[in-house]
T-cell receptor, first 114, second 118 residues
Framework: KQEVTQIPAALSVPEGENLVLNCSFTDSAIYNLQWFRQDPGKGLTSLLLIQSSQREQTSGRLNASLDKSSGRSTLYIAASQPGDSATYLCAVSPSIGNTGKLIFGQGTTLQVKP | DVKVTQSSRYLVKRTGEKVFLECVQDMDHENMFWYRQDPGLGLRLIYFSYDVKMKEKGDIPEGYSVSREKKERFSLILESASTNQTSMYLC?????????????????FGDGTRLSIL
């Protein structure tokens, strides 16, 4: 059974730091991996989607990498800002069955201090 | 921009009531999903649908049912609400992916409904 783990559960950094959030999954047979952001009391916002055949995706200050063979993904945030404070979740889509299904990690709660 | 709208942000119901949670998306997406989110347990899939009148069980379907009569609307039904169904409920939608093309589609979420069962 696919399991997704995110470490650390919480992270606090000063403004301006570059940081890395980690995601690991137990079964390398995935269709894609997605990173989401969730603000308190809100739904999830899709940040980046990496297809299984890709190694990385970039959007502005965000860069996500994928190493399927080792079951790992990282989300790199450059020059962090207080507005980046949120919970970040990764999710994998299994390669068997409906491609829309996602299995989520429990998230990393990020606080960026001014 | 994709918009997924959940009918209520906050809802309070009593044990034993039949509860309807509504979700509407405006991007003609084939897939729609219902999750619940609980502290320490993360997001768990309740049901999903990839077409009108089609539904599939997720990981925790017990105590729930769904209805998809129109492509844009996906309803979650708590047949007889219980206190352990107090939770944040999130609806999502996505375009159907064709595996051969290897192009996955992101899921778009609504703002959630915080449901309390008393």
């Amino acid at each position: 059974k696919q399991e997704v783990t995110q470490i650390p559960a919480a992270l606090s950094v000063p403004e301006g730091e570059n940081l890395v959030l980690n995601c690991s999954f137990t079964d390398s047979a995935i269709y894609n991996l997605q990173w989401f952001r969730q603000d308190p009391g809100k739904g999830l916002t899709s940040l980046l989607l990496i297809q299984s055949s890709q190694r990385e995706q970039t959007s502005g200050r965000l860069n996500a990498s994928l190493d399927k063979s080792s079951g790992r993904s990282t989300l790199y945030i450059a020059a962090s800002q207080p507005g980046d404070s949120a919970t970040y979740l990764c999710a994998v889509s299994p390669s068997i069955g409906n491609t829309g299904k996602l299995i989520f990690g429990q998230g990393t709660t990020l606080q960026v201090k001014p | 921009d994709v918009k997924v709208t959940q009918s209520s942000r906050y809802l309070v119901k009593r044990t034993g009531e039949k509860v309807f949670l509504e979700c509407v998306q405006d991007m003609d997406h084939e897939n729609m999903f219902w999750y619940r989110q609980d502290p320490g347990l993360g997001l768990r899939l309740i049901y999903f649908s990839y077409d009108v009148k089609m539904k599939e069980k997720g990981d925790i379907p017990e105590g729930y049912s769904v209805s998809r009569e129109k492509k844009e609307r996906f309803s979650l039904i708590l047949e007889s609400a219980s206190t352990n169904q107090t939770s944040m409920y999130l609806c999502a939608s996505s375009r159907l992916s064709f595996r051969q093309a290897e192009v996955g589609q992101p899921q778009h979420f609504g703002d959630g409904t915080r449901l309390s069962i008393l």
